[in-house]
């Protein structure tokens, strides 16, 4: 039997922004969903946990809590699919279960700012 490893993929991983709005176009409650999800996905990382005093603080580089505009959002790097499938099923089922709307992006870095 032979595995492919998230290495040998011919693209890089993919993102999905979870959104705080439903697909009736309300907005999701409490309106700290999206850090609250990414606060219980915190521990997945990679290479584990973190040790020290301070390893609890912060978010997963796996999900992470943003804002498109003024619709707040989750955005989910699928390498988590691959790190713990319970966890992406998790945040997965999070949104369709809340009927949050789901959509396949990438979200680019800052562009650098010229002075």
Request: net charge negative; hydrophobic share 35%.
């Amino acid at each position: 039997m032979s595995t492919t490893s998230s290495s040998a993929r011919p693209h890089p991983p993919r993102e999905v922004f979870i959104q705080g709005v439903t697909r009736e176009g309300r907005t999701f409650r409490p309106s700290d969903w999206a850090e609250r999800l990414a606060g219980a996905m915190s521990s997945f990382r990679p290479g584990g946990m973190g040790s020290g005093p301070l390893a609890h603080i912060g978010y997963s580089p796996y999900c992470v809590p943003t804002s498109l505009g003024d619709v707040k959002c989750v955005v989910v790097n699928e390498a988590l699919r691959d790190l713990e499938p319970m966890a992406w099923d998790f945040v997965m089922n999070f949104a369709r279960d809340n009927d949050l709307q789901v959509v396949d992006a990438c979200l680019l870095p800052d562009a650098p700012r010229s002075t």
